[in-house]
C-alpha cells in the first residue's frame, strides 16, 4: 500500500506559479511510475505529466513548456512546478504513483488539492 499527500494548491492569479508536491509513504516511491492528473468541473480526470522511476518524462498536450515534473526519490516526493498559470488550469489536482508486476497493476491516488486561477 501507498499512501499519498498532496499539497501546495491554492488560488494564484493568472500568469502566476505554483509548485504542488506529493509525499509517498508505505512503499519506496522509487518502484513506481509517477504521474500527476487533473479534474475540472464538469469534465473528466485527465493526464498532466508522468516520470519514471529513471526520470523519462511525459507531458500532455499544452503542459510541456509550462509545468515541469520532477521526483526525489530518496526524500520519497515529487513535484509540479507549475507556471503561466491560466483560469484554464483551475482543477482539482491528483498525485498518482502505479507499477505492474507479475500482470497486475498497482494504483494510488492522492486526495488531490485544489488549484484556482483567477484574477
Known amino acids: 500500500q501507498v499512501q499519498l499527500v498532496e499539497s501546495g494548491g491554492g488560488l494564484v492569479q493568472p500568469g502566476g506559479s505554483l509548485r504542488l508536491s506529493c509525499a509517498a509513504s508505505g512503499s519506496m516511491l522509487s518502484i513506481y511510475v509517477m504521474a500527476w492528473y487533473r479534474q475540472a468541473p464538469g469534465k473528466q480526470r485527465e493526464l498532466v505529466a508522468h516520470?519514471?522511476?529513471?526520470?523519462?518524462?511525459t507531458y500532455a498536450d499544452g503542459m510541456k513548456g509550462r509545468f515541469t515534473i520532477s521526483r526525489d526519490n530518496a526524500k520519497n516526493t515529487g513535484n509540479l512546478q507549475m507556471n503561466s498559470l491560466k483560469p484554464e488550469d483551475t482543477a482539482v489536482y491528483f498525485c498518482?504513483?502505479?507499477?505492474?508486476?507479475?500482470?497486475?497493476?498497482?494504483?494510488?491516488w492522492g486526495q488531490g488539492t485544489q488549484v484556482t486561477v483567477s484574477s
Open positions: 516520470i519514471t522511476s529513471e526520470g523519462t518524462t
Open positions: 498518482n504513483v502505479y507499477r505492474i508486476r507479475l500482470g497486475a497493476r498497482y494504483n494510488y
